[in-house]
T-cell receptor, first 116, second 112 residues
Framework: AQTVTQSQPEMSVQEAETVTLSCTYD???????LFWYKQPPSRQMILVIR??????QNATENRFSVNFQKAAKSFSLKISDSQLGDTAMYFC?????????????FGTGTRLKVLA | EPEVTQTPSHQVTQMGQEVILRCVPI?????FYWYRQILGQKVEFLVS????????KSEIFDDQFSVERPDGSNFTLKIRSTKLEDSAMYFC??????????FGPGTRLTVT
């Protein structure tokens, strides 16, 4: 069975600084996807970034980038130039590529607070 | 931009009562999901639904749970006889024929 671990329950960062959220996972699968979702207070989860395991290149989306280390089963999220609107709960999620239902397996989340 | 909506935002019920949590997925989406998050714990998969039937369910999704899509727009989760341990945040999600799921804001269920 797959597991996802986020070891940082809470983090804070000064506005305009860079912060890295960690995520590790355990799987015997070779084909899978990894995701970071953001959940602002009282709002729905929205996709931040996605990484295909077969791609060596780390995904980037504007100020968001990942450090994907497949051998180490690590998938950290880096937020550059942090903004107040980045304050949210961040969830790391795993999905088997061969899964017919494409369900997510989530971590427990990291609560990020961006300080003015 | 279309969004997944869920009602109610907060439901309080007594142990043993039936509850129905409602979701309106995005209209052209084909796959539907329910997840739940007990306070302080992981978001857990409950069930997936496609083509008017359950495609996968977790161990959590026992006989007290059921899902249906009664009218082609709503997607409901029914808990027949609630227990204290059913208290959680319940998230609905939907997706088109692509990988990413779109989530609703959740329903907080409190069983007293």
């Amino acid at each position: 069975a797959q597991t996802v671990t986020q070891s940082q329950p809470e983090m804070s960062v000064q506005e305009a600084e860079t912060v890295t959220l960690s995520c590790t996972y355990d799987t015997s699968e070779s084909n899978y996807y990894l995701f970071w979702y953001k959940q602002p207070p009282s709002r729905q989860m929205i996709l931040v970034i996605r990484q295909e395991a077969y791609k060596q290149q780390n995904a980037t989306e504007n100020r968001f980038s990942v450090n994907f280390q497949k051998a180490a089963k690590s998938f950290s999220l880096k937020i550059s130039d942090s903004q107040l609107g980045d304050t949210a709960m961040y969830f790391c999620a795993f999905m088997k590529r061969t899964s017919g239902t494409y369900k997510y397996i989530f971590g427990t989340g990291t609560r990020l607070k961006v300080l003015a | 931009e279309p969004e997944v909506t869920q009602t109610p935002s907060h439901q309080v019920t007594q142990m043993g009562q039936e509850v129905i949590l409602r979701c309106v997925p995005i209209s052209n989406h084909l796959y539907f999901y329910w997840y739940r998050q007990i306070l302080g714990q992981k978001v857990e998969f409950l069930v997936s639904f496609y083509n008017n039937e359950i495609s996968e369910k977790s161990e959590i999704f026992d006989d007290q749970f059921s899902v249906e899509r009664p009218d082609g727009s709503n997607f409901t989760l029914k808990i027949r006889s609630t227990k204290l341990e059913d208290s959680a945040m319940y998230f609905c999600a939907s997706r088109p024929d692509r990988l990413e799921q779109y989530f609703g804001p959740g329903t907080r269920l409190t069983v007293t």
